[in-house]
């Protein structure tokens, strides 16, 4: 797997890797993250390609499902740990 760029954005880290013909989109924060895998195509052939994916709606999403996700590890370790 080999990095193909990164994608800018002032919260998120944005890492796009190449591999076998499909492209993995990597959203970070703090210590969540979410995946995204795309083949390969006539239409997602480059970087910047993958790059108009990551739109202001895709990106809402995914602060939307961070969110989620902070929520969900927040009180599963108060639930679990801190009880």
Excluded: W
Aim: proline share 1%; hydrophobic share 35%.
């Amino acid at each position: 797997m080999r990095i193909a760029g990164i994608i800018e954005h002032p919260v998120l880290k944005i890492t796009v890797m190449e591999m076998n013909n499909r492209y993995v989109l990597k959203l970070e924060v703090n210590l969540l993250e979410q995946t995204y895998k795309f083949n390969e195509d006539d239409h997602l052939r480059t970087f910047e390609d993958i790059k108009k994916l990551v739109d202001e709606e895709f990106i809402k999403e995914c602060m939307k499902r961070f969110a989620e996700m902070n929520k969900s590890r927040g009180e599963t370790y108060m639930r679990n740990i801190r009880s």
